[in-house]
């Protein structure tokens, strides 16, 4: 009789570890390719930043130098998970253990979490406009195979640390309330899509 009792654990958990380590094997080979690209994105961003030193951009706006200080913490993180993804071999699924999984979440995190930080504080001393974090939000949901509660929980990070930074620092209250509705329709939306994808 013990042959045929079945729970709900035997049922769904090894069906769902088998799912998620497919997940992030298929993943690897891509976010490979994404760190790589992003790494050299930042340097075409900092020879960006030079040319707007050289005509003394920093001088008249502040946010021109955070700038740069944010593509230099861009390039010193990609440095560092380019260096990583690279030195690890993951020859098939069976091979991927819980690190790999941390590796994804925490390269979503950063980008994420960066591209607010961007677009919270810094953008709004240049052109206040969304686009980083506009990018990152879709560049997530498109790149990494996050679980929903994880992907939940960056997302409302993420989206706390742009309301927080346009507040203190967008002062034209018409732009700024445009700034709430887009931004959280815009997590709304690239979270779906992250579910979608998953």
């Given at each position: ?28 080979s891509?976010?490979k390719?994404?760190?790589l ?18 005509k ?36 098939s ?16 995190c ?16 240049i ?72």
């Amino acid at each position: 009789m013990s042959i045929l009792h079945f729970s709900k654990e035997t049922i769904f958990s090894v069906p769902q570890e088998e799912f998620l380590k497919n997940q992030v094997f298929s993943n690897f080979s891509r976010l490979k390719i994404l760190s790589l690209s992003l790494l050299l994105v930042d340097l075409i961003l900092l020879l960006t930043d030079f040319g707007h030193y050289q005509k003394d951009s920093w001088g008249g706006a502040p946010g021109y130098q955070l700038l740069f200080y944010s593509h230099v913490v861009l390039g010193f993180g990609m440095v560092l998970i380019t260096l990583l993804y690279w030195s690890i071999n993951l020859p098939s699924e069976d091979h991927v253990g819980r690190t790999h999984k941390v590796y994804e979440a925490f390269f979503a995190c950063f980008i994420l979490f960066l591209s607010a930080v961007t677009t919270g504080w810094i953008d709004p001393l240049i052109h206040g406009q969304l686009t980083v974090y506009i990018i990152g939000c879709f560049g997530v949901a498109l790149f990494f195979h996050l679980r929903p509660t994880i992907s939940f929980f960056i997302y409302l990070a993420s989206f706390l640390i742009v309301i927080v930074g346009i507040t203190r620092n967008q002062h034209n209250m018409i732009v700024l309330n445009g700034h709430y509705i887009n931004s959280l329709m815009l997590i709304f939306v690239s979270w779906t899509l992250s579910l979608t994808l998953y």
